[in-house]
């Protein structure tokens, strides 16, 4: 196989390689010679073989599907672990694995994620590894966002004063959205000036929230 070949296939043609494999029972023989690939590299898009040679990243790359939109969700295609997310071997077979958008992270920001920090997800999607969507906290903030998202059982829905949404004044919004339109501001980052989780921010953004403003 090789890093010579043709290892990035089209999304469409990978989703149809995959497929043909397991729902046509085409071989990795007749799907190389129609995609024009090697016949590994074919069993590495159906997900039956693992790269070698590969980088991390390069082979974080070959099980990760893109949203269309720039603001969607990117779907993991292999391997979950608990609590739904994805998950990759570092490497040698006594590295231990990682979680996918955790390495996405570190793929985004080109370093390690601080110690005592996780990665945690704004679009409250575990198998989502869209950099965007990413940010990173301590454990007490990602209990605080569980709990910001009613994912924690609590007395009484969070409705009214005690949503975080309302909290935010049609000032704070106007503004907020201006400042993200303008570049440079992650929904972490306007949560943290606001005083909102970022889940509120995307909303707002999104005009899931404050929809007529
Ligand atoms: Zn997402």
Known sequence: MGRKGRVCL???????????????GATAETLAAAFGISRSTAQIIAG???PRGLTLAERYWLKVVRGEGPDDCWAWTARTSGFGYGSIRRGGAKDGSVPAHRLSWEIAHGCEVPAGMNVLHSCDNPPCTNPEHLFTGTQLDNIRDCVAK???????????EDNHAAKLTRADVDEMRALYRGGGWTYAQLGARYGVCSMSILRVIKRRTWVAV
Do not use: K, T
């Not at 089209?10 to 046509?24: G, K, N, P, Q, S």
């Not at 994912?151 to 009214?160: D, K, N, T």
């Open 10 to 24: 089209e999304i469409e043609d990978r989703h149809e390689l995959h497929r043909r494999y397991h729902e046509d």
């Open 48 to 50: 039956v073989r693992q």
């Open 150 to 160: 009613g994912r924690f059982v609590s007395r009484r829905p969070a409705y009214g």
